[in-house]
T-cell receptor, first 115, second 111 residues
């Protein structure tokens, strides 16, 4: 079956512009996660959804970052007034539930470059 | 403070076993050990996880010491496609701020 997909695969934007990044999880997966990975760094947790609700927003780095999930499926990560330090690969993952032993399946990521 | 410590890099000859160590001396009783890997320019891929007992699946084996303070991921017959960064993660849950992907070990499988 289809895996996690993300769009766009690459996004170049100018400082100060808003961007929207999309994640399509694996069908039927109720849990969805957003991470970002700066060049040469490990993954940084941003936010987690269980269904449409986000019980854990603790990783969002600032109020310029927001995310929503509708219909228990597609999620959008929005970054307002982008800054150069927002440049990174943004990864989305999904899992059947958010239980201890549920494997996260990752998408290919969106590479964001803020000029 | 990092919950896990891994060597930054390792080499392994193709066809040989790759043994990747991870120290997690502060692990608590209910925390699992997870292993993921990330091949260049791809998203991370789940490998295996365990709590106390050794685990094996089609990709790898996970050996956890009796005191649970360290573990070893074993790729029994490494191939060139196993070249990747391998992450050892210790966490109660499979998500959240505690599900931390540190710098990992960069494994290079050599022909």
């Amino acid at each position: 079956g289809a895996g996690v997909s993300q769009s766009p695969s690459n996004k170049v934007t100018e400082k100060g512009k808003d961007v929207e990044l999309r994640c399509d999880p694996i069908s039927g997966h109720t849990a969805l996660y957003w991470y970002r990975q700066s060049l040469g760094q490990g993954l940084e947790f941003l936010i987690y959804f269980q269904g449409n609700s986000a019980p854990d927003k603790s990783g969002l780095p600032s109020d310029r970052f927001s995310a929503e999930r509708t219909g228990g499926s597609v999620s959008t990560l929005t970054i307002q007034r982008t800054q150069q330090e927002d440049s990174a690969v943004y990864l989305c993952a999904s899992s059947p539930l958010a239980g201890i032993t549920d494997t996260q399946y990752f998408g290919p990521g969106t590479r964001l470059t803020v000029l | 403070d990092a919950k896990t410590t891994q060597p930054p890099s390792m080499d392994c000859a193709e066809g040989r076993a790759a043994n990747l160590p991870c120290n997690h001396s502060t692990i608590s009783g209910n925390e699992y050990v997870y292993w993921y890997r990330q091949i260049h320019s791809q998203g991370p891929q789940y490998i295996i996880h365990g709590l106390k007992n050794n685990e094996t699946n089609e990709m790898a084996s996970l050996i956890i010491t009796e005191d649970r303070k360290s573990s070893t991921l074993i790729l029994p017959h490494a191939t060139l496609r196993d070249t990747a960064v391998y992450y050892c993660i210790v966490s109660l849950d499979n998500y959240g701020q505690n599900f931390v992907f540190g710098p990992g070990t960069r494994l290079s499988v050599l022909p």
